[in-house]
T-cell receptor, first 113, second 115 residues
Framework: GENVEQHPSTLSVQEGDSAVIKCTYS??????FPWYKQELGKRPQLIID?????GEKKDQRIAVTLNKTAKHFSLHITETQPEDSAVYFC????????????FGKGTHLIIQP | NAGVMQNPRHLVRRRGQEARLRCSPM?????VYWYRQLPEEGLKFMVY????????ESGMPKERFSAEFPKEGPSILRIQQVVRGDSAAYFC?????????????FGPGTRLTVL
């Protein structure tokens, strides 16, 4: 089955700086890669996703890049703000797959004022 | 359009009791996934259901756990004879088309505590 590794487990950045979170996956058949943000005690919320026919996708301050050859994808947050503080999870799945999303263990992002 | 609903939000059970968790998907969504999240960990897939069908239950323990998604009403995750290790947050997610192609929208979760 799929295995997703996520790094770092904790990331502390100064407000206004950029944050990068990286994930690798093992199943070359995976072709859907969402990122979720989870605040303490809340539900995971989708912030951006990318499919394997695209190498990069951007939505305002958030961007995701995908390298299918190397089997890794990354989340980039620019101009970080205090409300970006949360746990971020990457995930992977494959079209036609019936086994749900495989999640990484999460990155606790701390924005220092 | 209401989001994914789960109830109860918090559930306390004593060892040996049954826990019943409910999930109502978003309107128009016929695919439901259940995930378990242990403290300080990511979400682990448990089971994927469509109306009246279990599509994949490879992530669900073989004993004590069962899930259903009837033609009418919410999806239910049932845990019999709960043990302390079952304490976790249980999230369901729904999508309109499923099969790994679609965005999954998560409910607020049920936090199960086993005393």
């Amino acid at each position: 089955g799929e295995n997703v590794e996520q790094h770092p487990s904790t990331l502390s950045v100064q407000e206004g700086d950029s944050a990068v979170i990286k994930c690798t996956y093992s199943d070359s058949a995976s072709n859907y890669f969402p990122w979720y943000k989870q605040e303490l005690g809340k539900r995971p919320q989708l912030i951006i996703d990318i499919r394997s026919n695209v190498g990069e996708k951007k939505d305002q301050r958030i961007a995701v890049t995908l390298n299918k050859t190397a089997k890794h994808f990354s989340l980039h947050i620019t101009e970080t703000q205090p409300e970006d503080s949360a746990v971020y999870f990457c995930a992977a799945s494959r079209v036609g797959g019936a086994d749900g999303l495989t999640f990484g263990k999460g990155t606790h992002l701390i924005i220092q004022p | 359009n209401a989001g994914v609903m789960q109830n109860p939000r918090h559930l306390v059970r004593r060892r040996g009791q049954e826990a019943r968790l409910r999930c109502s998907p978003m309107k128009g969504h016929s695919h439901v996934y259940w995930y378990r999240q242990l403290p300080e960990e990511g979400l682990k897939f448990m089971v994927y259901l469509q109306k009246e069908n279990i599509i994949d239950e490879s992530g669900m323990p073989k004993e004590r756990f069962s899930a259903e998604f009837p033609k009418e009403g919410p999806s239910i995750l049932r845990i019999q004879q709960v043990v302390r290790g079952d304490s976790a947050a249980y999230f369901c997610a729904s999508s309109p088309q499923g099969w790994g192609t679609d965005t999954q929208y998560f409910g607020p979760g049920t936090r199960l505590t086993v005393l």
